[in-house]
Nanobody, 125 residues
Framework: QVQLVESGGGLVQTGGSLRLSCAAS????????MAWFRQAPGKEREFVAA????????YVADFVKGRFIVSRDNAKNTVYLQMNSLNPMDTAIYYC??????????????????WGQGTQVTVSS
């Protein structure tokens, strides 16, 4: 069992920044990759960013490229999402996910087997 706890969400004005954190605990030794997804009201959950736990390769969705940065701290079993130049379209619940089954860094939500409870990000205009 793996537990994921997100933090760092909140209310920010357009153009502002937030840094999300996701701390993993439990059976984390089998982590292959971790990712961030988001879900806005009335919309499907969508991929935001992911990082390979061993190699550190990162992947971000086109709509956040140049604004969001995903990083990790292996010693702390924590993944971060630095979000800059936020706009109201970024308003959503952001979820952290961990993949322990697939030996790469998928972008599909159904390939991640552990999920956090989510943290709300609201960007005001």
């Amino acid at each position: 069992q793996v537990q994921l706890v997100e933090s760092g969400g909140g209310l920010v004005q357009t153009g502002g920044s937030l840094r999300l954190s996701c701390a993993a605990s439990g059976r984390t030794f089998s982590t292959n990759s971790m990712a961030w997804f988001r879900q806005a009201p009335g919309k499907e959950r969508e991929f935001v960013a992911a990082i390979n736990w061993r190699g550190g390769n990162t992947y971000v969705a086109d709509f956040v490229k140049g604004r969001f940065i995903v990083s990790r701290d292996n010693a702390k079993n924590t993944v971060y999402l630095q979000m800059n130049s936020l706009n109201p379209m970024d308003t959503a619940i952001y979820y952290c996910a961990l993949n322990s089954r697939i030996p790469n860094t998928p972008r599909l939500a159904n390939l991640y087997d552990n999920w956090g409870q989510g943290t709300q990000v609201t960007v005001s205009s």
